[in-house]
């Protein structure tokens, strides 16, 4: 997977292959797809697909802003950053991801009006009736319930934000991948039990 | 290449014994439940960051049968026997005789929910002798579906600080059956430093 960015793109990936390193200032070929791995987010206004590929407990999120074909998605898995003392990459957790982007939205030229939000993911993946959770609170759902956690707090962020929610898939017990057509807004949730859908 | 945690080569080492011997008692128990001949690769202890941790198993997307057990007591982490489609088929075929191909019935499931146990179990056992740290594994979960999705909650309780994790790993593979299977222990950070510290290896 290539890493992109150019002057106009934002991302935060977390910093693992030489993240300075393949910055091209050209812009690449339309529509390539674009891998927001598991705790990144992208912000552009390149005509690129992002593409947040399995997630399970994981939410992504889209930000889209269609009159000046801006958009951005993040990968996030962890609810809220608050508790935290060492927070890392912005992109890990909902509330962060969330400001990020809307602030690098901005700085592209977006409006806060404009900026439509759609979310995926939150599932639960393990259910053990019966089973302890790692925090030790009995409950069906291994983890936490931490999809539906997430989903929440991404929702809690987008309110704070104030930022439309105009469509979520969110919750169940099965993966999903999300895909983004920036140019176009179409966003596509795709699975292995129910197959492929727009959102 | 680990901000704020590195581990010395010996201990990163003791971690691969850990996983040698863990992964060997398991092949063991796995050989006897389906009489063969069971191959265990040299195991990997590695600190992987969030990001590449699904392409263990060939990417976030790929369709895998994944068999999770929590693991608590004295040290805390995660264990999680993943298997590819076809050979999580082959495996469950081999458990339960005269099934069909094609989708996995309830019952094989629960054979393969099962096999994770038993092979969680015992690779277990052989942490807990070593570092003589009580550790309890829970009731086995279940899931057929893709590999990031299946991974990602594992990591929640581990990414809260860190953006890395460490991961041991071994894979074995069952020969005439081209069965190939990943066993996988995540301890949790502050375990992880109890583990090292029974090991005699604390940093």
């Not at chain 1, 176009?184 to 859908?197: A, L, P, Q, Y």
């Not at chain 2, 069909?100 to 019935?105: A, D, F, H, V, Y």
């Not at chain 2, 994790?165 to 069965?179: Q, R, S, W």
């Amino acid at each position: 997977m290539t890493r992109i960015r150019d002057q106009r793109e934002s991302r935060n990936a977390s910093g693992v292959e030489g993240e300075n390193a393949t910055i091209g200032s050209e812009k690449q070929a339309p529509e390539e797809t674009v891998n927001i791995g598991v705790a990144e987010y992208c912000v552009t206004d390149n005509s690129h697909v992002l593409a947040s590929y399995g997630l399970g407990s994981c939410v992504g999120v889209v930000l889209y802003d269609e009159k000046r074909r801006i958009g951005g998605m993040a990968h996030v898995m962890l609810p809220d950053s608050t508790a935290i003392t060492k927070k890392g990459n912005p992109g890990k957790f909902a509330d962060t991801a969330i400001k990020a982007m809307v602030e690098e939205m901005e700085k592209l030229g977006s409006r806060r009006a404009d900026i439509k939000a759609k979310i995926a993911g939150g599932a639960c993946m393990f259910t053990i009736p019966g089973a302890v959770n790692p925090r030790n609170v009995p409950g069906p759902c291994l983890g936490m319930q931490i999809g539906e956690r997430n989903v929440e707090a991404a929702k809690a962020a987008l309110r704070e934000h104030r930022i439309r929610l105009v469509a979520e898939d969110t919750g169940g017990n099965y993966g999903r991948t999300m895909r983004f057509e920036i140019s176009s807004g179409k966003v596509t949730i795709s699975s292995i039990k129910h197959g492929r859908k727009e959102l | 290449m680990a901000e704020g945690r590195g581990l010395t080569p010996l201990q990163l080492d003791a971690l691969r014994e850990v996983g040698n011997i863990g992964s060997g008692n398991a092949a063991v128990a796995l050989s006897t439940m389906v009489d063969k001949k069971v191959l265990l690769s040299v195991p990997r202890a590695t600190l992987v960051p969030l990001v590449k941790v699904s392409d263990l198993v060939g990417g976030a997307e790929t369709p895998v049968v994944g068999i999770y057990l929590h693991i608590s007591g004295e040290a805390s982490g995660s264990m999680l026997l993943l298997l590819e489609e076809h050979s999580a088929n082959q495996l469950a075929h081999l458990m339960v005789s005269g099934s069909e191909q094609g989708e996995l019935s309830m019952v094989e499931q629960s054979a393969l929910q099962e096999t994770g146990s038993i092979l969680a179990g015992s690779y277990l056992n052989a942490l807990s002798q070593m570092t003589g740290l009580l550790l309890r594994p829970s009731v086995p979960g279940f899931a057929m579906d893709m590999a990031g999705a299946i991974i990602d909650f594992i990591l929640v309780e581990i990414s809260q600080s860190e953006d890395y994790v460490l991961v041991i790993e071994t894979e074995f593979d069952i020969l005439e059956h081209v069965i190939k299977g990943h066993l996988i222990l995540f301890p949790d950070l502050g375990s992880l430093d109890l583990i090292l510290g029974r090991l005699g290896v604390s940093g």
